[in-house]
């Protein structure tokens, strides 16, 4: 049977964020968007189980169980939070600022 580690681990520290992102599935970065900085957590699909969200910058639905993006400003609150498939969060600069669905999408 192998000794117990006495010594802490290299560079951590108890009650970091770094457990908090670990948490979650991810991990989280700060981003400047928009004129203002805004909190990224990259959320892993085993984390989103049993959860769908609403993409908003493809206004689909992200699928339980699926890895993505929660992003909200540095400043915002809870309601500011919102659900980014990856692929759409790396591409918001290059999208336009209105959704266009086709005739046959669903409206909801």
Same mark, same amino acid.
């Given at each position: 049977?192998?000794?117990? $580690?006495?010594?802490?681990? &290299?560079? *951590?520290? =108890? *009650?970091?964020?770094?457990?908090?992102?670990?948490? !979650?599935?991810?991990?989280?970065?700060?981003? #400047? +968007?928009?004129?203002?900085? +805004?909190?990224? $957590?990259?959320?892993?699909? &085993? =984390?989103? &189980?049993? %959860?769908? !969200?609403?993409?908003?910058? /493809?206004?689909?639905?992200?699928? =339980?169980?699926?890895?993505?993006?929660?992003?909200?400003?540095? !400043?915002?609150?809870?309601?500011?939070?919102? #659900? +980014? #498939? %990856?692929? /759409?969060?790396? &591409? %918001?600069?290059?999208?336009?600022?209105?959704?266009?669905? =086709?005739?046959?999408?669903?409206? !909801?």
């Amino acid at each position: 049977m192998s000794p117990r $580690r006495n010594r802490p681990k &290299a560079g *951590g520290s =108890s *009650g970091s964020s770094d457990d908090e992102g670990r948490r !979650y599935g991810g991990f989280q970065s700060s981003e #400047h +968007w928009q004129g203002e900085e +805004w909190s990224v $957590r990259h959320v892993a699909g &085993a =984390s989103a &189980a049993g %959860k769908t !969200y609403r993409c908003p910058g /493809c206004d689909q639905e992200i699928a =339980s169980g699926v890895a993505h993006v929660v992003a909200w400003p540095e !400043y915002g609150g809870v309601d500011d939070r919102r #659900h +980014w #498939h %990856k692929a /759409c969060w790396n &591409a %918001k600069d290059r999208r336009t600022t209105k959704v266009q669905r =086709s005739r046959n999408a669903p409206r !909801y």
